[in-house]
T-cell receptor, first 112, second 115 residues
């Protein structure tokens, strides 16, 4: 079945880059998403990448997609304390006719 | 747009009591989802509706859990009787199109504590 795997924890120093990794299983995924959950809040869409792209950059965020290996990563440059949150990777399955499949989330802690 | 609205934000109850969580999706969204989040199990999909019809409830943990969507603007998740292991944050989310295609909008969550 569909599965999205992420490491559970990541700790970085303020100002360093953070890289959060994700592997997924559905090779027919059209979009892959990164959601961010701040403490005490719901998930919010952070960024997404279309499956025919290798990379997408949006200010401090860089998303890399390796379709061959089914590997997705999110790089946050110049990580700030406000970036401390849980980051969820998600993929579209079954051409979008069934819900997104989420990973368990990576808890990013930024040390000042 | 007010976003997905959930109530209550916090609920503390005793084991055996009935708990009802409420959700108002974003107007015009066709699909509604209930998720449960715990430290141990992460984010779990409990049930989802499309056009007010339950499509898949295979994630509902047991018969103590039930969900309804009587109209396009309201859904409830009920736990009866509640147990301490039901303590979690319950999220409602909605999406404008087909269940898995597009941005999923989450509410702020209802934090349930069962003593």
């Amino acid at each position: 079945g569909e599965d999205v795997e992420q490491s559970l924890f990541l700790s970085v120093r303020e100002g360093d880059s953070s890289v959060i990794n994700c592997t997924y299983t559905d090779s027919s995924s059209t979009y892959l998403y990164w959601y961010k959950q701040e403490p005490g809040a719901g998930l919010q869409l952070l960024t997404y990448i279309f499956s025919n792209m290798d990379m997408k950059q949006d200010q401090r965020l860089t998303v890399l997609l390796n379709k061959k290996d089914k590997h997705l990563s999110l790089r946050i440059a110049d990580t700030q304390t406000g970036d401390s949150a849980i980051y969820f990777c998600a993929e579209i399955v079954n051409s979008g006719n069934t819900p997104l499949v989420f990973g368990k989330g990576t808890r990013l802690s930024v040390i000042a | 747009d007010a976003g997905v609205i959930q109530s209550p934000r916090h609920e503390v109850t005793e084991m055996g009591q009935e708990v009802t969580l409420r959700c108002k999706p974003i107007s015009g969204h066709n699909s509604l989802f209930w998720y449960r989040q715990t430290m141990m199990r992460g984010l779990e999909l409990l049930i989802y509706f499309n056009n007010n019809v339950p499509i898949d409830d295979s994630g509902m943990p047991e018969d103590r859990f039930s969900a309804k969507m009587p109209n396009a603007s309201f859904s409830t998740l009920k736990i009866q009787p509640s147990e301490p292991r039901d303590s979690a944050v319950y999220f409602c989310a909605s999406i404008p199109g087909t269940p898995g295609n597009g941005e999923l909008f989450f509410g702020e969550g209802s934090r349930l504590t069962v003593l």
